[in-house]
């Protein structure tokens, strides 16, 4: 079975200082990945996505994200966080991989951005 | 191009009581996916419809059910009510499934007293 685990619920951060949020993935297929973002009161948004191609997947907003198959990672980053960053981020594993509508979420983590 | 939008957008329903939820998918896009996000359980998947067809489903009792009509609209359906149905229920359509971007809608926020 597919399963993303998040290491952290909470991580805060100031503005203009690196991001990290840690993801870590157990699959028995070679995994489909996603990063989402939720802001408060609206829906749930791609930052990225893995699908076997680049190993360094560029997305959205500054973010990006490195698939690790060594180490069962797929931790998000940004060089230099902004106000709007601050949300609930969401590691996502298709489940299985292909064209079935199913993803499986991590629990999120609550990322604080201080001024 | 519009996004997915899903109605109504807030419910409060009585405990016992069924309810019906609506989810219109963007343009041309033929998969449906229902989830259900609390605040202890996080987002958990209830099932996906292809072209009319329940090609998914996640570990939900069968007091959850949906379908999909040949628009690609779907609906889904919690009969017999229970407090612990009270949930944000988000929709997201894509063009084929999850190795393609799914689109989200805002939610419907279900409260059950």
């Known amino acids: 079975a597919q399963s993303v685990t998040q290491l952290d619920s909470h991580v805060s951060v100031s503005e203009g200082t690196p991001v990290l949020l840690r993801c870590n993935y157990s699959?028995?297929?070679?995994?489909?990945l996603f990063w989402y973002v939720q802001h408060p009161n609206k829906g749930l948004q791609l930052l990225l996505k893995y699908t076997s191609a680049a190993t360094l997947v560029k997305g959205i907003n500054g973010f990006e994200a490195e698939f690790k198959k060594s180490e069962t990672s797929f931790h998000l980053t940004k060089p230099s966080a902004h106000m709007s960053d601050a949300a609930e981020y969401f590691c996502?594993?298709?489940?299985?991989?292909?064209?079935?509508?199913?993803?499986?979420f991590g629990q999120g983590t609550t990322l604080q951005v201080k001024p | 191009k519009a996004g997915v939008t899903q109605t109504p957008r807030y419910l409060i329903k009585t405990r016992g009581q069924q309810v019906t939820l609506s989810c219109s998918p963007i343009?041309?896009?033929?998969?449906v996916s229902w989830y259900q996000q609390t605040p202890g359980q996080g987002l958990q998947f209830l099932f996906e419809y292809f072209s009319e067809t329940q090609r998914n489903k996640g570990n939900f009792p069968g007091r959850f059910s949906g379908r999909q009509f040949s628009n690609s609209r779907s609906e889904m359906n919690v009969s017999t009510l229970e407090l612990g149905d009270s949930a944000l229920y988000l929709c997201?359509?894509?063009?084929?499934?999850?190795?393609?971007?799914?689109?989200f809608g805002p939610g419907t926020r279900l409260t059950v007293t």
């Open positions: 997201a359509s894509s063009l084929q499934g999850n190795t393609y971007e799914q689109y």
């Open positions: 343009s041309g896009h033929r998969s």
């Open positions: 996502v594993v298709s489940d299985p991989p292909g064209n079935t509508g199913k993803l499986i």
């Open positions: 699959s028995s297929y070679s995994p489909s």
